[in-house]
């Protein structure tokens, strides 16, 4: 199943067709229906004042999730807002075909009425993503990515699919996004730092829309304290097929679903190197951190 799902061209267009036309509705019909008109009886937190989730979150889960149950007989689904309560989800992680779902990436965006929110899905077979798709509803904006067949975008009003390619830029002017949300306080306050005075740094608030604009080439760097399945598999594919490089910060380790710690996204190995070394110096004890 996973070689016909990587390798033929009519499963692949399938599979476009129904997560597109999926995420496109589940928008029209929950997410973009709530946005700008959530009561405070609609959004509570989970693990922190500041890690919300709302009733557009929940419900968009459960309908994404009911229509990928089965589909190309794939069973096993793991959602951002069920593994919050279902604490014990890492039994899923290392399944051989896995939906992993983030309903809206940008919630606190998404409550505060600003656009930087989106939906996203990946397939990942034996921890690493083969298959991922971004919706941004806002802009009318579908980006996916194949493992080894490259990353793209469809401009769904005029359905128009262009094939996204990192280009090389100007490390003199290094321009990124990310937090350190996650790192340990004794090593995070540094960090936070030097992504401030050593880096033009942005502060976007999803991840998904992060991965759209490096893959766009519109900034150069995405640095996060840590990492979630929901959330940096999309980031770790379509980075990749568009010519960029992903690494977990710290050891320069490949990414999977079971990763732990910061990670490190950037149009080349060589501006890779050199964020790195901005933010987590040589002689930053985080360097060696153990998760």
């Not at 509705?25 to 997410?31: L, P, R, S, T």
């Not at 090593?187 to 942005?202: D, G, M």
Request: proline letters at 3%; hydrophobic letters at 35%.
């Amino acid at each position: 199943m996973n070689d016909i799902l990587i390798n033929n061209n009519t499963t692949r267009n399938k599979i476009i067709k129904y997560i597109m036309d999926l995420l496109i509705n589940v928008n029209k019909e929950i997410i973009l229906r709530y946005h700008k008109n959530l009561k405070s009886e609609d959004i509570s937190t989970k693990t922190s004042n500041d890690d919300f989730v709302s009733i557009a979150d929940k419900k968009s889960e459960e309908i994404i999730s009911k229509k990928l149950k089965g589909f190309l007989n794939v069973s096993d689904i793991l959602g951002e807002e069920t593994a919050f309560l279902n604490k014990q989800y890492e039994q899923y992680l290392d399944k051989s075909l896995l939906w992993v779902v983030d309903p809206i990436d940008g919630t606190k965006n998404y409550i505060n009425g600003k656009e930087n929110f989106c939906s996203m899905i990946s397939l990942v077979n034996y921890m690493l993503p083969i298959a991922t798709f971004i919706y941004y509803p806002l802009k009318n904006i579908f980006v996916y990515a194949f493992k080894n067949y490259g990353a793209f975008l469809i401009d769904t009003n005029k359905n128009i699919s262009t094939r996204l390619s990192i280009k090389q830029s100007n490390i003199l002017k290094i321009v990124g996004s990310g937090g350190t949300k996650g790192v340990p306080e004794i090593y995070r306050q540094s960090i936070l730092h030097n992504l401030k005075t050593c880096t033009e740094r942005l502060f976007i608030g999803s991840a998904g829309i992060e991965t759209i604009m490096l893959a766009k080439n519109e900034i150069q760097f995405i640095f996060h304290g840590r990492v979630t399945p929901w959330d940096h598999s999309p980031m770790d594919l379509i980075i990749k097929e568009a010519g960029g490089c992903v690494y977990m910060a710290i050891n320069k380790s490949e990414f999977n679903i079971k990763s732990k710690g910061s990670i490190l996204a950037a149009s080349n190995d060589q501006i890779w190197n050199n964020i790195k070394n901005l933010i987590i110096p040589y002689d930053n004890p985080y360097r060696k951190y153990k998760n």
